[in-house]
């Protein structure tokens, strides 16, 4: 099992920045890739990020590309999402989840692990 645990979310404002983190805890040794996903109220959760086990391959959605950065500390178990340039339609619940595997998934169903959340706010 692995655990996750993200922080970093809040309140900014359009054109602001944060940084999310990931931190894993439990059977980690193993190796896995990383994924950032968000949900909207009333929508459907959808891709932002991911990254393999390595930190070569990096996959972002096409409406954050340009705007977000994923990167993964593996010393640490910890993977960030760098979101600058926010937009008020990032406003959304971000989740963090890791699959065990090396390679990275723009599916949900692909994923075996997944944080709590945390909310992202951006106002206009």
Do not use: H
């Amino acid at each position: 099992q692995v655990q996750l645990v993200e922080s970093g979310g809040g309140l900014v404002q359009a054109g602001g920045s944060l940084r999310l983190s990931c931190a894993a805890s439990g059977r980690t040794e193993s190796g896995y890739a990383v994924g950032w996903f968000r949900q909207a109220p009333g929508k459907e959760r959808e891709f932002v990020a991911a990254i393999s086990w390595s930190g070569v391959r990096k996959v972002y959605a096409d409406s954050v590309k340009g705007r977000f950065t994923i990167s993964r500390d593996n010393a640490k178990n910890t993977v960030y999402l760098q979101m600058n340039s926010l937009k008020p339609e990032g406003t959304a619940v971000y989740y963090c989840t890791a699959r065990r595997a090396m390679v990275v998934s723009t599916l949900p169903g692909e994923y075996d692990y997944w944080g709590q959340g945390t909310q992202v706010t951006v106002s206009s």
